[in-house]
């Protein structure tokens, strides 16, 4: 790239256009991964979706692949070179309380949709993390706070505004553009950036939410007797249970300061009286360090999960469940319990119910008959990736009978979100249409630095 290039680039975007040196380079690739940072030839701070398609022109042009980032929370690895549009300026937020609808822009988070929906009755499909981008988030699928209750954020999708890898701003719904819709809703940055999206609203203000805590050496079955309790409960009950080793730091609450812990989630629809009937057993799994279980509105749903908004490195891996039994639990514990060889938090989250629902608009989103989401976290505080190596792929193979694929959204990086990896994230049908697709929109495969799928015809290199 020559100089006089860059400068014209910069002259028709409304964001900045950053290099390697450049003062706030550094700041504008960073997410909230801090295991994973991109090394991109050039960066466009996109302002508008105009920004975007000149950056789409421009790495066309210029034969560099382009790699998206809102607001980093999924990596499938570091970009080396090439150009990286960033999203985070297109912040807008608007809300159609009759139709009740939300379009968002592609750099809005949920911590934004959430005020803006709530005085009208009605909430978006969030995550359990208020500070996640929404359209990422979404178009990954989106196993969300009230994922029993209401399935798949992704089916939520009512329209978008996508560049494509020409450079052209299309309008998509499943209706006008089915294939693409298809894809997009699935496939995410594979297919074109998306500069805003529609979705569906749900009817709801507040809910019976928060948790308790137990001491995981004290009550060791709290964990079989979570599994147990789900086994039979309405779809209004969403709930999961995570075991996290508290460090012993004085801004931890005294009881759980340097313990393991289990932190049970709820995070009920129905009235507070049926929420205090419904979670009353899980008492009985042994002492309670810590109680906040209330009738709360829906803004502060954040709390129920309370998860740090700062960027912080880290590994992840990710298993979809068909179901948990014993022997599920107790290869878990054995590799990720307070006794295992590396510290990792660890949360088992309750599917089912809605979710395996078919969307009213079809997408490429799998695994819709998972019981269980378990998900294994590594911070890389004084351990690195290859030190989790061993750990992940003896849980991948110890839980593959009983594993149906991985969510998109919660695949690592680096080693842990190879090709191998992504196949497991869709169906195999559907990995095969998603092909012939990319081929279709993408057959350079000008949107490579992500969760790859080649072009129809391409092999490995195609994901280079």
Known sequence: MKHDDIQALASRVTGPVLLPGDQDFDEERTGANLAVRHRPDVIVGAARSQDVQEAVRFAAEHGLPVAVQATGHGYAGAADGGLLITTGRMTGVEVDADRRTVTVEAGARF?????????????????????????????????????????????????LQVVTADGALRQVTADSDPDLYWALVGGRDNFGIVTRLEMDLVPVARVYGGGFFF????????????????S?????????????????????????????????RIAYTGSAAEGERLVAPLRDAGPVLIEDLRDMPYTESGSIHDEPPGPVPFQRETVMLREAGDDVLRVLLEHTGPQAPLPVVVELRHLGGALATPPERPNSVAHRDAGYLLSVVTLLFGITEEDTRPMYKQLREAL???????????????????????RTAYAPADLDRLARLKAVYDPGNLFRLNYNIPPAGDGPAGAA
Do not use: C, K
């Open 111 to 159: 911590e934004q949709v959430i005020p803006a929906t709530a005085p009208h009755g009605l909430a978006p499909l969030n995550g359990s993390a208020p500070h996640v981008g929404v359209v990422s988030y979404v178009l990954g699928g989106g196993v969300g706070l009230l994922v029993r209750t209401y399935g798949y954020a992704s089916d939520r999708v009512r329209s």
């Open 215 to 230: 001491d995981a050496e004290a009550a060791p079955d709290v964990l079989s007797a979570y599994v147990r309790w789900t």
């Open 400 to 422: 593959r009978p009983v594993s149906t694929g991985a969510g998109l959204n919660f695949l690592g990086h680096g080693a842990n979100a190879g090709e191998e990896a992504i």
């Open 232 to 264: 039979d409960l309405p779809r209004e009950m969403n709930s999961s249970v995570a075991l996290i080793p508290m460090p012993d730091d004085p801004e931890v609450p005294e009881p759980m300061r340097g313990r393991h812990v289990y932190h049970v």
